[in-house]
């Protein structure tokens, strides 16, 4: 009998040139194929953000109103100082908001007057309110003089909006659209 063994072949480390081409071809129609996924995903990823922002500012003051057992408005406000308007009709731009119990009914904020909350919306956000330049929460959560209305909420780079809408109760639910072009 013969003892000679057969040697084990060498074992193979590495990639081949053709592997190696291969799997960075595939590599880089991934990332062809990602940005712009990524860049949607963002948009939407700060258009929910942006509507989750301004639905708990909504519910912050209808809340407020109950728990004070008094007349709350919020206003639409440019500097977080002062309301920017007094309108209750037309399409307002809201780049932020006031929260305060409105004594005198005036739409202002007035030096005896208390904020409760002052808001500021990311300067790229676009938020337009169908009602003007305020809304008013009675003291049993309804909204005031017919504001029910609609939040129209835009982020640049995404293909959709979401419709926050406020009906005469006082209660908040949302949409998402995408724009007719």
């Known amino acids: 009998m013969d003892d000679r063994r057969i040697p084990p072949a060498p074992v193979q480390r590495g990639l081949t040139l053709v592997e190696l081409m291969l799997g960075i071809t595939i590599l880089c129609i991934l990332a062809a194929l990602a940005p712009p996924s990524f860049t949607a995903l963002l948009a939407n990823t700060r258009l929910s953000a942006v509507e989750s922002d301004l639905i708990g500012l909504l519910v912050l ?11 709350v408005t919020l206003c639409r406000s440019d500097n977080g100082l002062q309301c920017a308007g007094t309108a209750h009709q037309g399409v307002a731009q809201w780049q932020g908001g006031l929260i305060f ?3 005198d009914q005036n739409g202002s904020v007035n030096n005896d007057e208390t904020v ?12 337009l309110w169908n009602r003007g330049d305020r809304l008013v929460y009675q003291p049993d959560g309804t909204a005031l003089g017919g504001s029910n209305g609609t939040f129209r909420v835009r982020v640049p780079d995404s293909v959709r909006e979401h419709h926050v809408i406020l009906s005469l109760m006082g209660r908040v639910r949302s949409t998402r659209v995408t724009p007719e072009p």
């Open 116 to 127: 409760f909350y002052v808001a500021n919306f990311p300067s790229a956000a676009t938020i």
């Open 101 to 103: 119990v409105d004594q």
């Open 61 to 71: 003051t209808r809340s407020t109103a109950i728990a004070q057992n008094r007349r």
